[in-house]
């Protein structure tokens, strides 16, 4: 069965510091991963996405792996603000199917 | 940017109400997609549609029925609506290469 599991399932950082958040899958056959950022009461919003051959990519603060080998990723968050208090969401799509959404990890930065 | 805008923020209904959740994009995406999201499992596919008049089950379209007569705009039916059926709904949209969602802001639904 096609999963996404994330951990932890919540995080409490303090502001400044960074944190790296975990995602596992067994979506097969692959192809492609993204991270979303989701503040509460409001919709996704997509961070990076990132296909098989693609194993780093940047968009600001946030930085995501992949390893598609091991079916790993990590979004870590360097520097981190209030404003990353948020949900974050993995999600998984293989080739013909639809998306495959982890529950999420919470985050919360504190002053 | 892609807009996807969603009827209501927050809604509360009655059981046994008819409710209807309305969805629409102003990015000609062929794709549109129904979601719900509760604590602690993530977000589940109630039902998409890949085209005007066309629509595909998801992993819960049990209580839900959806419309899609304009491309731009998708809805989601609660024929009868249950307490069950409280939660955060999340209207989504695709191009026909499905490669990224976009998302609306939700709308929480409360069934008393």
């Known amino acids: 069965k096609n999963q996404v599991e994330q951990s932890p399932q919540s995080l409490i950082i303090l502001e400044g510091k960074n944190c790296t958040l975990q995602?596992?899958?067994?979506?097969?056959?692959?192809?492609?991963l993204r991270w979303y950022k989701q503040d509460t009461g409001r919709g996704p919003v997509s961070l990076t996405i990132?296909?098989?051959?693609?194993n780093t990519k940047s968009n600001g603060r946030y930085t995501a792996t992949l390893d598609a080998d091991t079916k790993q990723s990590s979004l870590h968050i360097t520097a981190s603000q209030l404003s990353d208090s948020a949900s974050y969401i993995c999600?998984?799509?293989?080739?013909?199917?639809?998306?495959?959404f982890g529950p999420g990890t919470r985050l919360s930065v504190l002053p | 940017d892609v807009k996807v805008t969603q009827s209501s923020r927050y809604l509360v209904k009655r059981t046994g109400e008819k409710v209807f959740l309305e969805c629409v994009q102003d990015?000609?995406?062929?794709?549109m997609f129904w979601y719900r999201q509760d604590p602690g499992l993530g977000l589940r596919l109630i039902y998409f549609?890949?085209?005007?008049?066309?629509?595909e089950k998801g992993d819960i379209p049990e209580g839900y029925s959806v419309s899609r007569e304009k491309k731009e705009r998708f809805s989601l039916i609660l024929e009868s609506a249950s307490t069950n059926q409280t939660s955060m709904y999340l209207c989504?949209?695709?191009?026909?290469?499905?490669?990224?969602?976009?998302f609306g802001p939700g709308t929480r639904l409360t069934v008393t």
């Open positions: 989504a949209s695709s191009s026909r290469e499905n490669r990224e969602q976009y």
């Open positions: 995602c596992n899958y067994t979506v097969s056959p692959f192809s492609n």
């Open positions: 990132m296909t098989f051959s693609e």
């Open positions: 999600v998984v799509r293989g080739y013909g199917q639809n998306f495959v």
């Open positions: 990015m000609d995406h062929e794709n």
């Open positions: 549609s890949y085209d005007v008049k066309m629509k």
